[in-house]
Structure formats: structure tokens, C-alpha cells
């Protein structure tokens, strides 16, 4: 275990601080004669100040010796260790796709135009933009690429949910989109933040030559990206493939390989290129998905968490599982099957399954892992 896995101590100094202890230490001080029984004036008037001291030492104290270091720093206080280190945190990511209108021939879209999907009852509508304008021609469909209008994982609907437009649009009579919007990420969370920050740090004194942390380290400073595999000499040599999963362990969008791509390569700009001047071609496919699925019988855990909650926290702690997953080429077993009593409240189980047996998980090389079914018990 380094220093960024090590659980925060507190330093010796805060201890023996308990109101009962400091309001002692502050009667014994008291002059000769004064007196010093429960409910005298000078108990009752050392008290307060007591607990407000024991507050300030145990918790004031402590959670700024934590904020130092980026270990244990959270929220806006992380954001300013990540500026130190020459990086920021990720926004949230935009959804996008695109969407076939049918109409009338020469109908105008412009860009901008407003398609949604259906809202219920527990949800809004999901409102997605136009990303330029567009004319039906004569074969009376279109199709036009959008992206969501609000940011994060919400914004990614599934195939054939968009089916209205919000203007109304004379010449159209039906939208929808064929395939999956994609690619809405939600503000890069404190752990991946601190993973990031990490690496930067362990890499100082990098050649930045294009080597495999380099390009990931290129990929994942684009919005949305979650991870990426190298292959190097894919095509020959001179040749780099990389292999995108977004922030949500999907394959990446068309768009998201575009912004990677840029940002590496960036064409318009050579002056902002990242790409190795040897490199003669660079290459970047979505990942095909391993799906896995996990079973869980005879759980024990106690009355402060639930079912749906420990599912919720396994899938966050496996998910951190993939990536040494994806470097190694294997999921392995007796690396995820302790993660159930990582849970807080878990403390048993009886059997724990991955895709129906107690194997490890063999990866291709551009195969990422991604969980399909969670069935705890």
C-alpha cells in the first residue's frame, strides 16, 4: 500500500482533547480557594469552552490537515490540488447521437431545432439540439446529427425513444433515432480526480514521447473519456490504435473518438499537436464490451444498508476493478469477490459468482468489461 491508499491517521497532537478532558485541565489550573464542584460558577462557565475547543481540535483541525494533501482533500478543495498539479477537473459530458426526420422534400432544419423524447411520470422530456441545419431531400429523409441540451448521464436514452420535435416544424412527420444517444457523463467524481492527480505526479519527469501512459494520459484529459487500451505497431510500424470507453464503461461515441482525436493530433493547429512527429498514423475505435454479470446468495449486513444499496456500491467498486483489469487482460476472481464485505454494513456472504462460476474473466486485447446484471440475494 503507497501513501495515496493509506488511511488518514489523525496526529497525536488532537488527541486527549474530549471536552471533559480539556474542562479538567482547565479546573486544575484554577487559583487555590476558587471552587471547582459541578455546578459552581466556574464549572459551568469552563464547559462551553471546552466543547467549542474539542470541536475546533477534533474536527476543525483534523479536516484541515486532511485538505493538504490530495489524498483525503474532497470537492472544491481537491479542485485546487488538481490545478497544482496542472490539470482540473472534468465537466460533465453532453450526450450525443444522431436522429432520421422524415418529411417533405426541401423541408428546412435548422440547426439548433429542438427533439425530445416522451416525458412520464417520474421524468422530463430529454430535450436534444440540432448540431447544424439540414434540408429533407428528395428521398423525404434526413439524417442529422444532435447533441443533448443539458449535461450528464442522464442525457443517454436508448434507440427509438426520440419521437417529437418541440417546435413546430411544417414539412415533418415523423423523427427518431435508429441507435442509442451516447456519451452524457456526469462531473468527473473526486476519485477519479485524485486517480488522475496521482498520475500526473508519479510521471513528472516524463519524455512525453509517446509511449502508452503518455497516450492515455492524452485520451482521458478529454471530457467524457473513462479509459483507453494502446496498441502499439497495430498497423505496422509508426501505428498506434487506441481503444475509448467513456466515463460510464460504454464504447465511445463518434463523437467523443472525434474530440480525443483532435486533441491528440490537432489538425488544425500543429503548433497545439501532442501526437510524436514519428507517429505515422494514429487510430482511435470504441472498445468492445465484455459483458459481465455477478451473483450474490446468503447475504449478511445489518440494519444501516439495503439491497439496492450494496448493489449500488459493489458496482462503483468493480467498475474501479476494470481498469487494472483491462492492463492485465483478466478479471480476475479473488480480486472482486472481496469487494462484498468492502461494503460498509456487509460483513457475510455465502456464495459469489462471476458469469456463472468462481473463474477469472479473460479479456481480448481490445475487449473492456463492462457489468451487465447484478443479482444479490
Given at each position: 500500500m503507497d501513501g495515496w491508499d493509506a488511511e488518514f491517521v489523525a496526529p497525536e497532537f488532537v488527541g486527549y482533547s474530549e471536552p471533559e478532558e480539556i474542562q479538567q485541565r482547565m479546573m486544575s489550573a484554577l487559583p487555590d480557594g476558587i471552587d471547582d464542584m459541578p455546578g459552581g460558577f466556574p464549572y459551568?462557565?469552563?464547559?462551553?469552552?471546552?466543547?467549542?475547543?474539542?470541536?475546533?481540535?477534533?474536527?476543525?483541525?483534523?479536516?484541515?490537515?486532511?485538505?493538504?494533501?490530495?489524498?483525503?482533500?474532497?470537492?472544491?478543495?481537491l479542485d485546487l490540488h488538481a490545478v497544482a498539479a496542472g490539470i482540473e477537473r472534468r465537466p460533465a459530458g453532453y450526450a450525443s447521437g444522431e436522429i432520421t426526420i422524415t418529411g417533405d422534400t426541401g423541408t428546412i432544419i435548422p440547426s439548433g431545432s429542438i427533439f425530445c423524447t416522451e416525458a412520464t411520470d417520474g421524468s422530463p422530456a430529454l430535450e436534444y439540439a440540432t448540431d447544424e441545419s439540414v434540408v429533407i431531400p428528395e428521398g423525404k429523409m434526413v439524417n442529422v446529427a444532435i447533441t443533448a441540451v443539458e449535461a450528464g448521464?442522464?442525457?443517454?436514452?436508448?434507440?427509438?425513444?426520440?419521437?417529437?420535435?418541440?417546435?413546430?416544424?411544417?414539412?415533418?412527420?415523423?423523427?427518431?433515432?435508429?441507435?442509442?444517444?451516447?456519451?452524457?457523463?456526469?462531473?468527473?467524481?473526486?476519485?477519479?480526480l485524485r486517480e488522475r492527480i496521482k498520475e500526473k505526479y508519479s510521471q513528472e519527469g516524463a519524455s512525453y514521447i509517446g509511449n502508452d501512459a503518455d497516450y492515455i494520459r492524452w485520451a482521458k484529459e478529454v471530457v467524457g473519456v473513462g479509459d483507453c487500451i494502446v496498441v502499439p505497431t497495430w498497423n505496422g510500424p509508426g501505428t498506434v490504435k487506441l481503444v475509448l470507453v467513456d466515463s460510464n464503461g460504454t464504447p465511445a461515441n463518434r463523437k467523443l473518438i472525434e474530440a480525443v482525436y483532435d486533441h491528440i493530433v490537432s489538425p488544425k493547429d500543429r503548433s497545439q499537436r501532442l501526437l510524436p512527429t514519428g507517429t505515422a498514423e494514429l487510430t482511435i475505435v470504441p472498445a468492445s464490451i465484455k459483458k459481465v454479470s455477478y451473483t450474490c446468495t446468503g447475504l449478511v449486513y445489518d440494519s444501516t444498508i439495503d439491497i439496492s444499496e450494496i448493489i449500488t456500491q459493489f458496482k462503483v467498486l468493480v467498475n474501479r476493478e476494470y481498469s487494472d483489469a483491462k492492463n492485465t487482460g483478466t478479471l480476475v476472481y479473488n480480486q472482486i469477490r472481496p469487494l462484498i464485505t468492502d461494503i460498509p454494513g456487509v460483513t457475510d456472504f455465502d456464495t459469489f459468482l462471476i458469469n456463472g462460476s468462481e473463474e477469472n474473466i479473460v479479456l481480448e486485447r481490445e475487449e473492456y468489461p463492462a457489468t451487465e446484471n447484478v443479482d444479490f440475494s
Open positions: 459551568d462557565f469552563t464547559m462551553p469552552t471546552a466543547i467549542e475547543k474539542s470541536e475546533l481540535i477534533q474536527f476543525h483541525l483534523v479536516r484541515t490537515l486532511m485538505l493538504m494533501f490530495p489524498q483525503y482533500a474532497w470537492d472544491t478543495w448521464k442522464e442525457s443517454n436514452t436508448k434507440a427509438d425513444t426520440i419521437k417529437f420535435s418541440l417546435q413546430n416544424i411544417k414539412g415533418v412527420s415523423s423523427v427518431r433515432n435508429t441507435e442509442a444517444i451516447s456519451g452524457g457523463t456526469d462531473v468527473e467524481s473526486d476519485a477519479d
